[in-house]
């Protein structure tokens, strides 16, 4: 069974230009979420789906990050215009329902804004 | 800000000795999980353990829990190079999944 997919790997953007990444998760898994994580730290919540319902979306800084999940499957996370502290790495995960089992990650993309 | 946090924030080890991390948190659990992140890669899930529990076991992995406390500790015995990697707490409540800084263990063969 295939994992989360994420893509891209890596994508190197300046400044004030658009980025957008895509996450596949798991299939039948209910819950999605998008983490960001900075170097030397640990990851840090941006949004939570259950199905195609963004039900905390509370530490996504909306003025400029944007996602939406598909028909509850695929999702998306755009950010625009990207400024210099976006440089992260961004995770997606995935679990059944996120009533308590275990969460799947990506392998992740990591963002460098110059 | 981050639900749990670590420690120490650093582990260096001789490969054989056992590695204890530490977490504590500051808001009730459904549960509380570890995973173990290898550089440049995603995270991995170790081991998860309820509210309810106190101690659980899964191959050379460890870890407790004492919520009256609100914390956990993750013991890895008898470690092996391949251990080398970034430890993470994680707590769930209402379906929040929130992480801590983390625990670098190195060990050195």
Not at chain 2, 64 to 81: E, G, N, Q, V, Y
Request: include cysteine.
């Amino acid at each position: 069974e295939a994992g989360v997919v994420q893509s891209p790997r890596y994508k190197i953007i300046e400044k004030k230009q658009p980025v957008a990444f895509w996450c596949n998760p798991i299939s039948g898994h209910n819950t999605l979420y998008w983490y960001r994580q900075n170097l030397g730290q640990g990851p840090e919540l941006l949004i939570r789906y259950e199905n195609e319902e963004a039900v905390d979306d509370s530490q996504l800084p909306k003025d400029r990050f944007s996602a939406e999940r598909l028909k509850g499957v695929d999702s998306t996370l755009k950010i625009q215009p990207a400024e210099l502290g976006d440089s992260a790495v961004y995770l997606c995960a995935s679990s059944l329902e996120g009533s308590g089992t275990e969460a799947f990650f990506g392998q992740g993309t990591r963002l460098t804004v110059v | 800000s981050q639900q749990g946090e670590e420690d120490p924030q650093a582990l260096s080890i001789q490969e054989g000795e056992n590695a204890t991390m530490n977490c504590s948190y500051k808001t009730s659990i459904n549960n509380l999980q570890w995973y173990r992140q290898n550089s440049g890669r995603g995270l991995v899930h170790l081991i998860l353990i309820r509210s309810n529990e106190r101690e659980k076991h899964s191959g050379r992995l460890r870890v407790t829990l004492d919520t009256s406390k609100k914390s956990s500790s993750l013991l890895i015995t008898a470690s092996r190079a391949a251990d080398t990697a970034s430890y993470f707490c994680a707590t769930l409540l209402d379906y929040k999944l929130s992480f801590g800084a983390g625990t670098t263990v190195t060990v050195r063969a």
